[in-house]
């Protein structure tokens, strides 16, 4: 055989890197799919070492907006789905993809803006009045653009106060198709308005001068839901774990866990299983 | 914005922490991208040296298809190999998806076309200058390749470095089959990926400057091996 330097060296950094690397993962492990917003919150980080401990099963969580999230779980790569949009959910149920699905947690949504204010909604708890006000003066508003829960409740919320928001793509209605973060980085860059849910809002640390302009109004309630992937469907579902996962979260441990995550003193999920 | 100065002083502090969640995220970038240009070498060195040493027929189609094949984006091989390894895939049944071992599958798809159609232009090049001697020697086609693979294997080790550094920088493809699952899955550039998500943009470009120096160490440790031989080869 040909004996090139880099081989060798490669082979032997390798067999090191190996050997330190972390110990072989263990089996008894779940693949929930999630959303961004609980994954960016740090709520996941908060609440699943407790499961863990108690368990002895490791859940790994993919965060993905929920669009994607439900297409992967539908694929059977995951054991538990758990998103935002109820919808979807109950399609992915009545489709045979999901067991059942149950509430979880629910917060809101709000319209975060520059202090500039352009629009003049600043203050307003009625969404679609501010809505037709921004779409009235053309002030940017950036949308995610994703087919994410955030995305269809927004676009629900549009249509609701009458504005066609697919007529103004590309001029003052912005989707950036990207996730919410990134979704803020852009809006915030461009003065633009933003539909961002309350949690990835209080923990995002890219503010600048942002603050929310419109809050408070019943219709950005924002509900989470939690369903096992159907494992008559996908025959690699760990169905036992992933319904002692579902189980723990409904639990009243697991709830307490929820309202117990605070950033900054401020509640950012109310559970509300039945 | 946040002051450069501050940056740089944030990544030192990170590294000088020895945050042991950094550390994992490190040495698991390694792993796969090292694991990855390693498979690529074992394939595109002797592909892109066979098509750089011989004559056959459609071998400009080949050429071209490597070429071609260097700019496949990462996002587009995430995709394909997640559409292979997904539980309803052809390859499903492995339960590889959101493991490193999908990270390193897609990254050695990335690599291997760098490597072969770079080697393939290097020996091509080597070839005709030796092709005489070969043809006088009577060297049969194995040994044919082995010494031109042999005598230029200090530029095939740029062609390494080069396919190296598109793995290691790349987030497209292994945040699609990896999934950043935190101590699983999560390396480099998708913590990068992730930080800046949450608006932490310091902390994503400390974490960058971290990947910038291990690339300058893992390039200054290879010259450093290149050098020693260079000087051994001549004593």
Redesign the interface.
């Given at each position: 055989m040909f004996r090139c330097n880099f081989f060798g060296f490669a082979a032997t950094g390798l067999l090191a890197l190996g050997l330190s690397g972390p110990a072989a993962a263990q089996n008894d492990f779940i693949i929930v799919q999630s959303t961004t917003s609980t994954q960016n919150s740090g709520l996941f980080d908060y609440m699943l070492p407790k499961f863990q401990d108690e368990t002895g099963v490791e859940v790994r969580v993919v965060a993905v907006g929920t669009g994607q999230a439900i297409k992967n779980a539908a694929n059977g790569d995951g054991d538990v789905l758990f998103v935002h949009a109820k919808a979807s959910e109950e399609a992915f149920v009545a489709d045979g993809d999901g067991v059942s699905r149950s509430d979880v947690m629910y917060n809101d949504f709000v319209i975060v803006g520059p202090p500039s204010d352009p629009a003049g909604v600043a203050g307003s708890s009625d969404i679609a009045v501010a809505l037709a006000q921004i779409a009235e003066v053309e002030a940017p508003f950036a949308s995610r653009g994703d087919d994410s829960g955030t995305h269809k409740a927004e676009l629900n919320l549009w249509a609701d106060a009458g504005v066609d928001v697919d007529a103004a793509s590309g001029g003052w209605y912005r989707e950036t198709g990207s996730g919410m973060g990134a979704t803020l980085n852009t809006g915030t860059g461009m003065n633009a308005y933003i539909m961002t849910d309350r949690a990835t809002w209080i923990s995002f640390g890219n503010k600048g001068d942002y603050e929310i302009a419109v809050e408070g109004d019943a219709k950005m309630f924002n509900q989470y839901g939690i369903i096992l992937v159907n494992p008559e469907k996908h025959s690699n579902v760990k169905a036992e774990q992933g319904q002692a996962f579902i189980d723990w979260v409904l639990s009243e441990e697991g709830q307490a866990t929820i309202a117990d995550y605070k950033i900054d003193g401020q509640q950012l999920f109310f559970p509300n299983a039945n | 914005m946040d002051s450069f100065s501050g940056i740089l002083v944030e990544a030192i502090g990170l590294i000088l922490s020895w945050d042991p969640d950094v550390i994992?995220i490190i040495?698991?970038s390694?792993?796969v991208t090292?694991?990855a240009?390693?498979a690529a070498?074992l394939i595109g060195?002797p592909l892109g040296a066979i098509v750089g040493a011989f004559q056959f027929p459609m071998r400009t189609g080949v050429i071209i298809a490597m070429n071609t094949l260097m700019g496949l984006p990462p996002v587009v091989v995430g995709l394909l190999v997640y559409l292979m390894l997904?539980?309803?895939?052809p390859m499903?049944?492995l339960?590889l998806?959101?493991?490193p071992t999908a990270m390193i599958v897609a990254q050695t798809i990335l690599v291997t076309p760098i490597v072969a159609a770079l080697t393939r232009q290097v020996i091509e090049d080597l070839n005709s200058e030796y092709a005489e001697q070969f043809a006088s020697l009577g060297v049969g086609p194995f040994d044919r390749v082995?010494a031109l693979?042999?005598d230029a294997?200090y530029s095939?080790?740029t062609v390494?470095l080069a396919g190296f550094g598109r793995a290691v920088a790349e987030v497209g493809a292994v945040i699609i089959v990896g999934?950043?699952?935190?101590?699983?899955t999560r390396v480099m550039t998708t913590t990068i990926a992730?930080e800046?998500?949450?608006?932490?943009?310091q902390l994503a470009l400390a974490l960058g400057l971290i990947l910038l120096t291990i690339a300058v160490i893992v390039n200054g440790?290879?010259m450093a091996?290149?050098g020693t031989?260079t000087r051994a080869a001549y004593v």
């Amino acid at each position: 055989m040909f004996r090139c330097n880099f081989f060798g060296f490669a082979a032997t950094g390798l067999l090191a890197l190996g050997l330190s690397g972390p110990a072989a993962a263990q089996n008894d492990f779940i693949i929930v799919q999630s959303t961004t917003s609980t994954q960016n919150s740090g709520l996941f980080d908060y609440m699943l070492p407790k499961f863990q401990d108690e368990t002895g099963v490791e859940v790994r969580v993919v965060a993905v907006g929920t669009g994607q999230a439900i297409k992967n779980a539908a694929n059977g790569d995951g054991d538990v789905l758990f998103v935002h949009a109820k919808a979807s959910e109950e399609a992915f149920v009545a489709d045979g993809d999901g067991v059942s699905r149950s509430d979880v947690m629910y917060n809101d949504f709000v319209i975060v803006g520059p202090p500039s204010d352009p629009a003049g909604v600043a203050g307003s708890s009625d969404i679609a009045v501010a809505l037709a006000q921004i779409a009235e003066v053309e002030a940017p508003f950036a949308s995610r653009g994703d087919d994410s829960g955030t995305h269809k409740a927004e676009l629900n919320l549009w249509a609701d106060a009458g504005v066609d928001v697919d007529a103004a793509s590309g001029g003052w209605y912005r989707e950036t198709g990207s996730g919410m973060g990134a979704t803020l980085n852009t809006g915030t860059g461009m003065n633009a308005y933003i539909m961002t849910d309350r949690a990835t809002w209080i923990s995002f640390g890219n503010k600048g001068d942002y603050e929310i302009a419109v809050e408070g109004d019943a219709k950005m309630f924002n509900q989470y839901g939690i369903i096992l992937v159907n494992p008559e469907k996908h025959s690699n579902v760990k169905a036992e774990q992933g319904q002692a996962f579902i189980d723990w979260v409904l639990s009243e441990e697991g709830q307490a866990t929820i309202a117990d995550y605070k950033i900054d003193g401020q509640q950012l999920f109310f559970p509300n299983a039945n | 914005m946040d002051s450069f100065s501050g940056i740089l002083v944030e990544a030192i502090g990170l590294i000088l922490s020895w945050d042991p969640d950094v550390i994992e995220i490190i040495v698991l970038s390694l792993r796969v991208t090292l694991t990855a240009v390693a498979a690529a070498c074992l394939i595109g060195l002797p592909l892109g040296a066979i098509v750089g040493a011989f004559q056959f027929p459609m071998r400009t189609g080949v050429i071209i298809a490597m070429n071609t094949l260097m700019g496949l984006p990462p996002v587009v091989v995430g995709l394909l190999v997640y559409l292979m390894l997904s539980a309803s895939g052809p390859m499903g049944v492995l339960g590889l998806l959101y493991t490193p071992t999908a990270m390193i599958v897609a990254q050695t798809i990335l690599v291997t076309p760098i490597v072969a159609a770079l080697t393939r232009q290097v020996i091509e090049d080597l070839n005709s200058e030796y092709a005489e001697q070969f043809a006088s020697l009577g060297v049969g086609p194995f040994d044919r390749v082995l010494a031109l693979l042999w005598d230029a294997r200090y530029s095939l080790l740029t062609v390494a470095l080069a396919g190296f550094g598109r793995a290691v920088a790349e987030v497209g493809a292994v945040i699609i089959v990896g999934g950043n699952i935190n101590h699983v899955t999560r390396v480099m550039t998708t913590t990068i990926a992730l930080e800046t998500s949450k608006g932490n943009l310091q902390l994503a470009l400390a974490l960058g400057l971290i990947l910038l120096t291990i690339a300058v160490i893992v390039n200054g440790l290879l010259m450093a091996i290149r050098g020693t031989a260079t000087r051994a080869a001549y004593v």
